[in-house]
């Protein structure tokens, strides 16, 4: 993270705290958030259309995402909690009708594969939805949260895994950190990318910081600040 002056490197491609070009292959790890990062929609917020419940909780996450509630995890188990009795299959109908990959996402990650990066999508959303982006994208190492279900349908609470309760921003820094030990690669040659408050702990930890279509409170702390066009953008500073 930086806070030296941003300066516009393109048009809605802003950098601060280094000079690019950078080369990816001096780095070894990318870390994705994946709700309005990797794609395209809140999944909370689309099952809870189903509940009859969207506003109420969009609004929740929007609060939570521009940083303005603290504690993620209380904000999560409300949202969740919200979400009590919708079927299953609206999950399937949420991944098949509304998620899409947002501009950009594909060609940024065979990139980094190419270049021999090592890929991690950490979320504060479902595995019923980071399983499928990873299976989908490729994807190396996932952390994500689980929802109960019970006879077809929510129950309004989630599971407990063998790492803990919730992946929040603690728990995404927790695990890019972990993950580049594994690698046997410091932080520094991690590159992680986010749009929320939450994503601000992994980033602050990584050697190069990417704020997508960003709140304002991370986009003012991100090295790289992607504001118009898609994800591999990132590519224009960080070449393959």
């Known amino acids: 993270m930086s806070t030296q002056d941003p300066r516009t490197f393109s048009p809605g491609l802003?950098?601060?705290g280094f000079t690019p070009p950078l080369s990816l292959r001096d780095f070894g790890l990318i870390a994705f958030d994946m709700d309005s990062t990797l794609i395209n929609i809140e999944c909370v917020d689309e099952i809870a259309d189903a509940a009859g419940r969207k506003a109420?909780?969009?609004?929740i996450t929007e609060a939570a995402m521009r940083g303005e509630i603290a504690d993620f995890k209380d904000s999560l188990r409300r949202r969740v909690a919200l979400l009590k009795g919708v079927q299953?299959?609206?999950l399937?109908?949420?991944f098949t009708q509304?998620?899409?990959l947002?501009?950009?996402a594909t060609a940024l990650v065979d990139a980094c594969k190419a270049a021999g990066l090592k890929t991690l999508l950490v979320s504060g959303g479902f595995t019923f939805f980071t399983d499928r982006v990873r299976d989908r994208l490729g994807i190396d190492f996932v952390r994500s949260n689980v929802l109960e279900i019970q006879d077809g349908g929510l129950t309004g609470r989630l599971v407990d895994q063998d790492w803990g309760d919730i992946c929040d921003g603690a728990e995404k820094r927790r695990m890019l950190l972990a993950t580049c030990?594994?690698?046997g690669i410091p932080p520094s040659r991690a590159i992680a990318v986010g749009d929320g408050a939450n994503d601000l702990p992994m980033m602050g930890a990584a050697g190069l910081s990417v704020a997508y279509h960003a709140k304002p409170k991370v986009r003012e702390q991100a090295m790289v600040s992607i504001e118009q066009g898609g994800l591999?953008?990132?590519l224009e500073v960080v070449r393959p």
Request: hydrophobic residues 35%; negative net charge; charged residues 30%.
């Open 14 to 16: 802003v950098v601060r």
């Open 56 to 59: 109420e909780v969009a609004a």
């Open 88 to 90: 299953e299959e609206h």
């Open 92 to 94: 399937h109908h949420v």
């Open 98 to 100: 509304r998620l899409q």
């Open 102 to 104: 947002n501009p950009g």
């Open 181 to 183: 030990e594994q690698l």
């Open 232 to 234: 591999d953008r990132l």
